[in-house]
């Protein structure tokens, strides 16, 4: 048996069986971590003496079946602060950065006796598509080490693909969970914005930011989800519902879903077999009862232009607190404390990072505030508008994720309008605050994974996660794996 | 030609809540620094401000106490701007949809009441310290970071320093009396803004205003206003237009200077703070607050005119302390003799209490020493002169007004046999008294009546004195 290739739900029956102990699956993971991750390079943050330690606890107080998630390993995207470990948000601002806080996420991980593994790359501050805006490292896609694991959560998305932890979390903004959830062959799901608390996250774009899941198949995705979910009152965003169980009605089938579809789905620029596997997708429906819906979405341009407005003006805040004063990379040689600001945050911040904030601020300076950020939030409410209506007429709807698969490293760096159109599909379900799910369908004549995007109403989890499930069932993804 | 000054006030105040606006650290000031710090107000990554409901309440109440519409949906901004003292280099405040707009409070000028406009109250959070002293260069002190604070803005509705001054004391007052600031200057829980501006009298257009910020003290603000109301007049009568900018208040020369014009005038790129759902009020919760609120100073003047027949002078100063006015009250209900409580708190206390360097909140005695005070007079127990001395000792030494006058044996003669042995003898050694008030001049009973004092130390029953003396003085004359 290969320890690693299995899903939450099966490694934890094995556990229950006693076919192995937490440690021996640490154990597993480690070597597979220290055997693989050379090579796709996910890792910035490797805790493995840790978390053997932490299995080792597990197994001898007889806890692994405290919970679902007890003694299951994953990864963490590095900008989850975690108490007392180093988290750098893939920032020289914060290279030596260690938060004597935890995430609200990590805290219900480590009180579930989940086991982390390590911190995982990303693009820095989470701006980006391709985990090139790194830093540190640029980590590749182990269906094509030439090509990118996409991003922002590049390192998450490729620690599941490449068997190097059975789940991770990573945060989507505007696609960041989703996309290289598609471009790695792994289930990624953002769930509703205030679903799960963002305390701890380093934020990006505070109206955005939402924190997610990177499976290995749509069931793992609920159960990750049921670990994470749930009021968190350090979080004035989080939402204060009753808990779920995502798991329940998970395999009730797609008999009787309202499916929809994009009548003016814009195929200009999306690959053929992004369209064939739709198509496919379809059909898949169709054949498991599943009622086919076509809809109207007007506005992928100026969700787009929205998106990147009110992202960059959020962000030119968030990110300001990054002068070199208390914590994290100061400049060496300064004049004067001015200065020591436009050194630090010079050389701390890397160009797309500094791209993304000067945008920010020009949106929000005065004189144009009306013309862009003002303008950006009206829009926000006519795609929300827009969605209501929508799912007026369906329970899901079903798009592709990204309208390519993975493209090469250094494909689009120099072209940042290129990589910011990769966010097309997923970028007005954050402006609507909306989940959706991204699952692995089948690979593309390159051999690379396509992804279907599956989006429900506010909170319409169990929705989204429930046709997910009825479409992985007829694409049984999994019987592919990257050779490395 | 004669000018007019103008002036608008941004009054800002402290809040004597527990704990900071978005974290649970303490408020409290004067303690070590970088002692009240949390990731929170340190404004580390990832970290999220959670408003604290007792900031809103607090403001509301200052709101209903300046006769405010309280905002049923306001919303907080972030106000961006770089300095090290600002640890998120951007100050979480309110923009377009302040809590509390449109109020108004009277003022009292000349004996002349006048309405002063609110144009809002909003909430924000303090920024730090920057300590310039140190040798290891500009350390900064992150304590007050996140205090919470209101802004209160005025109308340009005052003119002149004087009436800048009474506003701000108005302010002052309510915001104690409501328990809302403990508006302590030196500890710069309150700070003063002022916008000031000159105009031809008679002419409804103001003119172009200069800015002071950070006045500190009534006096400062009085002098502040006065100086610069008068350079832009000196300006204008010399032909040169007034430019508007910030300026810098020099208490020590008393003279102001340009610090920075509009043009250099910093674009703050307010928007709405994403980390925080928007403030909503209900309108029964509204009704609840102002059902809450404390009597204030006008009304509690009132009041002391008509329950204890102060004379209208003696409300107004009783009244314009939250600690006086309780301390009166607190007197008032043991001791009934309202008018002579009022005196000791107008005259002697605050003389004590300026050379003591204290304050009514600081004052070494209790209310009821000062009623057992007031009724050792009314018993005829001391003398009023007697009674400024045991004032005083009330102020040094320990325990009540009755054993410090039994320790100084200051107690009054009441025996009136001892005092008619006493009188007997002063009338008998002064013959030419009693035959100059045989002959009809009675300033002679004043001597006699010295006498009698001077023999017993001040202590004789002044009117039982009299009466002694002048039984004493007729049975000789007859």
């Not at chain 1, 601020?361 to 003002?374: F, N, P, Q, R, V």
């Amino acid at each position: 048996m290969n320890i690693n290739r299995l899903t939450i739900h099966e490694t934890k029956e094995a556990l229950s069986k006693g076919e192995f102990s937490s440690e021996e699956l640490v154990a597993s993971y480690a070597d597979r971590i220290e055997k693989v991750d050379p090579k796709v390079d996910a890792f910035l943050l490797k805790c493995l003496d840790d978390a053997k330690e932490h299995a080792k606890k597990i197994d001898s107080e007889g806890k692994t079946e405290s919970s679902i998630l007890s003694g299951i390993p994953y990864a963490l995207k590095d900008n989850i602060c975690t108490k007392d470990i180093k988290t750098t948000a893939a920032s020289k601002m914060l290279y030596n950065f260690v938060p004597p806080y935890s995430a609200d996420v990590y805290e219900r991980l480590q009180n579930l006796d989940s086991i982390m593994l390590g911190k995982v790359n990303m693009d820095e501050f989470a701006m980006g598509s391709s985990t090139e805006n790194s830093a540190f490292k640029t980590t590749k896609n182990p269906w094509d080490l030439s090509t990118v694991p996409g991003g922002s959560s590049g390192g998450s998305a490729v620690a599941v693909a490449a068997d190097m932890a059975a789940y991770a979390l990573g945060s989507d903004t505007g696609g960041s969970i989703r996309q290289p959830a598609s471009l790695c062959g792994v289930v990624g799901l953002k769930p509703t914005y205030g679903l799960v608390s963002r305390y701890g996250l380093i934020a990006f774009a505070s109206s955005l930011d939402q924190i997610g899941t990177f499976t290995k198949d749509v069931e793992d995705a609920a159960i990750v989800l049921n670990a994470i979910a749930g009021h968190d009152a350090k979080d004035s965003t989080s939402l204060n519902i009753s808990k779920k169980d995502y798991t329940v009605n998970l395999k009730r089938g797609a008999k009787g879903l309202k499916v929809g579809i994009l009548k003016n789905f814009n195929t200009e620029g999306v690959q053929e077999e992004v369209k064939t596997a739709m198509d496919e997708s379809i059909a898949a429906f169709k054949d498991a009862g599943a009622e086919i819906v076509e809809v109207d979405f007007r506005y992928f341009k100026q969700a787009l232009a929205a998106y990147y407005i009110v992202a960059c003006a959020e962000a030119s805040s968030n990110l300001a607190r990054y002068d070199g004063v208390r914590y994290g990379y100061r400049a060496k040689e300064y004049t004067d404390y001015i200065d020591m600001y436009y050194k630090t945050r010079s050389e701390g911040f890397g160009s797309e990072v500094k791209r993304r904030i000067m945008l920010g601020t020009y949106a929000l300076s005065s004189g144009y505030y009306d013309a862009y950020y003002k303008k950006g939030m009206q829009v926000r409410t006519v795609i929300i508008n827009e969605y209501n209506k929508i799912f007026e007429q369906c329970d899901v709807l079903m798009t592709p994720t990204s309208a390519t698969t993975a493209f090469k490293i250094g494909e689009k760096v120099d072209d940042p309008l290129q990589m910011y159109m990769s966010d097309t599909f997923t970028v007005p379900i954050n402006i609507a605050g909306i989940p959706a799910v991204s699952i692995p369908t089948k690979l593309d004549q390159k051999g690379l994974p396509i992804g279907i995007q599956i989006v429900g109403p506010a909170l319409g989890e169990e929705k989204i996660l429930q046709a997910a499930w009825a479409l992985e069932q007829s694409f049984n993804f999994r019987k592919n794996q990257p050779s490395l | 030609m004669e000018y007019e000054i103008v002036v608008g006030m941004e009054i800002h105040a402290e809040l004597l809540t527990n704990t900071k606006i978005f974290c649970s650290c303490p408020t409290k000031f004067g303690d070590p620094e970088n002692t009240h710090t949390c990731p929170i107000c340190l404004g580390m990554p990832g970290v999220l401000p959670v408003l604290n409901r007792d900031v809103v309440r607090y403001a509301v109440r200052a709101g209903l106490a300046l006769n405010c519409k309280i905002a049923n949906f306001s919303k907080m901004d972030r106000k961006n701007y770089f300095y090290p003292d600002l640890p998120k280099a951007y100050q979480t405040s309110q923009f377009d949809r302040p809590l509390c707009l449109g109020g108004t409070v009277d003022i009292n000028v000349n004996g002349q009441t006048k309405p002063i406009g609110i144009t809002r109250i909003h909430i924000e959070e303090d920024a730090g310290k920057l300590l310039h002293e140190s040798t290891d260069g500009t350390l900064v002190d992150v304590n007050r970071c996140g205090v919470p604070l209101i802004e209160i803005v005025s109308e340009p509705d005052i003119r002149g320093p004087e009436e800048a001054r009474i506003f701000a004391e108005k302010i002052r007052n309510t915001l104690e009396y409501t328990g809302v600031s403990d508006c302590k200057m030196e500890e710069g829980s309150i700070r003063f803004d002022v916008n000031v501006s000159v105009r031809e009298k008679g002419t409804e257009k103001l003119g172009t205003r200069t800015e002071m910020k950070n006045l500190n003290s009534f006096r400062a603000l009085e002098r502040a206003i006065k100086y610069e109301s008068k350079r832009q007049i000196i300006e204008l009568k010399k032909g040169h237009p007034i430019i508007q900018e910030t300026r810098k208040w020099d208490d020590v020369k008393g003279i102001s200077s340009a610090m920075r014009s509009k043009e250099d005038a910093q674009d703050y790129r307010y928007f709405p703070e994403p980390d925080l759902v928007p403030i909503t009020i209900t309108d029964e919760e509204i009704k609840k607050a102002k059902s809450e609120l404390p009597e204030l100073p006008e009304a509690k003047k009132a009041r002391y005119m008509a329950e204890y027949d102060l004379p209208e002078y003696d409300a107004d100063l009783i009244t314009s302390s939250k600690e006086m006015a309780q301390f009166f009250e607190e007197t008032v209900k043991i001791s009934n003799h309202p008018k002579q409580i009022a005196n000791w708190l107008m005259v002697d206390i605050p003389a004590h209490l300026k050379e003591k360097e204290l304050s009514i909140s600081t004052i070494p005695f209790v209310p009821s020493d000062l009623a057992e005070l007031i009724d050792l007079i009314q018993n005829g127990m001391i003398s009023g002169k007697i009674a400024k001395f045991v004032m005083e000792k009330m102020f040094t030494e320990d325990g009540s007004p009755k054993e410090i006058v039994e320790r100084n044996n200051w107690a009054q003669m009441q025996d009136e046999g001892e005092l008619q042995t006493i009188i007997e003898k002063i009338v008998e050694d002064n013959p030419k008294s009693v035959s100059d008030i045989s002959s009809g001049n009675k300033k002679a009973y004043g001597f006699l009546t010295g006498q009698v004092m001077k023999a017993t130390k001040g202590k004789a029953n002044p009117q039982l004195a009299n009466k002694i003396i002048r039984e004493v003085v007729a049975k000789k004359i007859n």
